[in-house]
T-cell receptor
């Protein structure tokens, strides 16, 4: 089955800096790669996703890149703000299977 | 907006009790999922269901069972609760295929 590794487990940045979180996956058949943000006391919410036919996707300050050959994908947050502080999860799956998640990254943005 | 509702935010149960965690979604999604979240371990899949009365084991199904009698409702059952099942339980739903999963707010279960 699929296995997703996520690094780092914690990340501290200054407001305005960039943050990068990296994930690798094991199943070359996976073709959907979402990123979720979880704030305290809430369930995870999708912030951006990418499919295997695309190499990069951007949404304002957030971008995701995918390298299918190396089986890794990354989340990039630019101009970080205190409200970006949360736990971030990457995940991977293919049709007919459930999302398999990484272990999460706790991002702290200090002002 | 998609809404996934879990019946309880907090539950405290005794060791050996049979525990039911209920989840309802209002978007006619085919897929429903139960995950368990523990610090440092991320979200681990317990069971998922892609249709009424259908279920698939996830990575950690031991000690759990599920029931899906109606499309909108997916129940997680702890047959005999144990202290190592103290955790946050998250329900999610989604369309068929490789797509976004929508999560409920979670149930924090404590087994004493």
């Amino acid at each position: 089955g699929e296995n997703v590794e996520q690094h780092p487990s914690t990340l501290s940045v200054q407001e305005g800096d960039s943050a990068v979180i990296k994930c690798t996956y094991s199943d070359s058949a996976s073709n959907y790669f979402p990123w979720y943000k979880q704030e305290l006391g809430k369930g995870p919410q999708l912030i951006i996703d990418i499919r295997s036919n695309v190499g990069e996707k951007k949404d304002q300050r957030i971008a995701v890149t995918l390298n299918k050959t190396a089986k890794h994908f990354s989340l990039h947050i630019t101009e970080t703000q205190p409200e970006d502080s949360a736990v971030y999860f990457c995940a991977a799956n293919q049709a007919g299977t459930a999302l398999i998640f990484g272990k999460g990254t706790t991002l702290s943005v200090s002002s | 907006d998609v809404k996934v509702t879990q019946s309880s935010r907090y539950l405290v149960k005794r060791t050996g009790e049979k525990v039911f965690l209920e989840c309802v979604q209002d978007m006619d999604h085919e897929n429903m999922f139960w995950y368990r979240q523990d610090p440092g371990l991320g979200l681990r899949l317990i069971y998922f269901s892609y249709d009424v009365k259908m279920k698939e084991k996830g990575d950690i199904p031991e000690g759990y069972s599920v029931s899906r009698e109606k499309k909108e409702r997916f129940s997680l059952i702890l047959e005999s609760a144990s202290t190592n099942q103290t955790s946050m339980y998250l329900c999610a739903s989604g369309l068929l295929g490789a797509t976004e999963a929508f999560f409920g707010q979670g149930t924090r279960l404590t087994v004493v």
